[in-house]
């Protein structure tokens, strides 16, 4: 508690301070892969999202199903030439964060001799 004098009046003002301990999570991830020709294959995604994650959703640009579950570590094969935008989504039960990353996954056509 802090004293404080204003015109010979005494004042107290006094601070609280609270702490609050965050959990919340962070979406982060990388693939061992970022290009290459058709069929880029094996490409493997590691989620190196922070917080406690209880679950996981991966969209890899394939179109059909997410893989949904709490696997931080998914692989993929890019058939057809293009880019593909890759997006991971973590929860803690509470709250979801996103990482979204456009055109992160190029595939080129097989070069023809």
Aim: proline residues 4%; positive net charge.
């Amino acid at each position: 508690m802090n004293k404080t004098f204003k015109n010979n009046t005494f004042f107290f003002i006094s601070f609280c301070f609270i702490c609050v301990q965050s959990f919340a999570q962070v979406a982060n991830f990388s693939a061992n892969k970022l290009k290459g020709c058709s069929p880029l294959t094996n490409v493997k995604f590691t989620d190196f999202s922070s917080g406690t994650i209880t679950s996981r959703t991966w969209f890899l640009g394939l179109g059909g199903s997410p893989i949904v579950g709490n696997d931080s570590i998914v692989f993929a094969t890019y058939i057809t030439p293009g880019f593909y935008t890759v997006k991971l989504v973590v929860s803690n039960g509470v709250s979801t964060d996103t990482l979204e990353l456009v055109n992160y996954i190029k595939v080129y056509e097989n070069p023809v001799a």
